[in-house]
């Protein structure tokens, strides 16, 4: 089974996606992780990746397409794939057409007010590397991890002003592609807004009657 993962940043796709993976015992496949290991294992394309980013620009939508073509050719998709964070626009949509059949396009949806609560409310210690939330999971002590005693920072693009930016720009590039997908008859929408167990259940529930 081939899908893909659209939602806001603060969805949770990333959550939903770890748990799905084992469910459904296919890989997550995100272009962070796809440029990563292009780059760890030095295929042309990954050294290209390498130059580009080493230099502070952004991987052009042809590169990222010629990734996330080599990476559906790996012996692990053979039983299907969660693609996160691609497509995100349409001539990539196009392009995807080209070269991989999706079975479902999922859409997590979640209020703009809770994208913001979820995001502003994180903190994280640089050290031990571990994530809290002001609201959801917040440390025993206010403003200190609980692990080494150090400083919580909030990350910038996380701060209230940022998200709302990243939402707008989300909703700019995405919204075409919702509704290209919907033409397609690809489209589920699945409420994100609850605890990850609930929309685990929700996405398989979906997908279950797609395959009914």
Known sequence: MNVIFLGPPGAGKGTIAALAKEKLSVPHISTGDIFRS??????ALG???KSILSSGELVPDELTIDLVKERLKEGDTSG?????GFPRTIPQAEALETFADIDFVINFTVERDMI????????IAKESGKVYHILYNPPKTAGICDIT??????????????????????ERQTAPLIEYYTENGLIRDVDGSDTPEKVLASFLT???EGNG
Do not use: C, F, H, M
């Open 38 to 43: 292009a780059i760890k294992n030095e295929t």
């Open 47 to 49: 050294k290209q990746v």
């Open 80 to 84: 299907g794939y969660i693609l996160d």
């Open 116 to 123: 913001i609560r979820r995001l502003s409310g994180r903190r």
């Open 149 to 170: 005693g150090e400083p919580l920072i909030q990350r910038d693009d996380d701060k209230e002003e940022a998200v709302i930016n990243r939402l707008e720009v989300y």
């Open 206 to 208: 979906v997908i279950d």
